[in-house]
């Protein structure tokens, strides 16, 4: 790492280190972390305090380390003022006037998807979340991220969420995530409140990862019960054309 007199370095090594973390696929260890990084392990327990204590990093269980909720915050304002959310808000938008529904954009925060931003297009219409809420398994956002799970996180999550569906056939639920990656949808019937069910599809980037989901939310016979429809294979095509903002490309092989 090259420094400078107009640099600082402790700084530096701070942003190599979040560097270092946000590069991985999966959650590192601390001696994963000084390998790569190359600091004393006396000063990179300091660095991982200090960073987790600012919620630049997240600590598990488990004592590995992955980018904490203040990037949340960091990116919800990054997307307010440039690019993800000026990016894709002309697709929410576009979806909503096509099925004059509510939608909603999901991610993967930590340990569990999370609403983050939702576009309203009844008001008075109750969709059991709003932006923060924690959504479960068999939501259709939950599904999508356990069709797509492509690490160990993720999968605990999905493990963990099983024991609250106790009558879940898990080899009818791998059927149905098999489903969901051939037809870029996923369907939930009434999974927070009652009379109110969603649809959602993925946001990929050009490894065919999963980085977001779209939510589409309205009373449950206003929602298609499957991708066969024309309105769905409409909104599928949208869904792609928002994956290829991040590179996805269809052909390419998984």
């Known amino acids: 790492m090259s420094k400078s007199p107009t640099t600082i370095g402790s700084l530096l090594h701070a942003f190599s280190i979040i560097d ?13 972390i000084q ?10 327990y300091k660095y991982l305090n200090t960073l987790s204590q600012m ?9 590995q380390y992955s980018l904490g909720y203040k990037f949340l915050e960091y990116g919800n304002s990054a997307m307010k003022n ?9 697709y929410f938008k576009e979806i909503s006037n096509l099925t004059n529904l509510t939608t909603a954009l999901a991610v993967w925060v930590n340990d569990t998807p999370v609403i983050t931003n939702i576009w309203n297009t009844n008001y008075g219409l109750n969709i059991g979340a709003q932006i923060g809420t924690k959504l479960p398994l068999l939501s259709a ?15 605990n999550w999905v493990e ?35 009379h109110v069910s969603s649809w959602s599809l993925p946001i990929l980037n050009y490894r065919k990862e999963l980085i977001a989901t779209i939510v589409i939310i309205g009373f449950t016979e206003e929602i ?12 599928i095509e949208i869904s792609k054309e928002m994956s290829r903002i991040y590179g996805y490309k269809e052909h390419q092989q998984e």
């Open 141 to 155: 956002a939950g599904k999508m991220f356990a069709a797509y799970a492509k690490n160990d996180e993720i999968r």
């Open 55 to 63: 919620d630049l990093l997240y600590r598990d269980k488990q004592g």
């Open 20 to 32: 270092i973390v946000a590069q991985s696929d999966l959650p590192l260890k601390f001696t994963e």
């Open 224 to 235: 298609p019960k499957d991708a066969s429809s024309e309105l769905v294979q409409q909104v």
């Open 82 to 90: 440039n690019d993800f959310i000026t990016m894709l808000t002309p």
């Open 160 to 194: 963990i969420e099983k024991m609250n569906y106790p009558t879940l056939s898990d080899e009818d639920f791998q059927q149905e995530l098999t489903q969901i990656r051939q037809s870029h949808s996923a369907f939930a019937k009434e999974p927070l409140v009652k």
């Open 35 to 44: 390998e790569l990084s190359g600091i004393s392990k006396s000063n990179l």
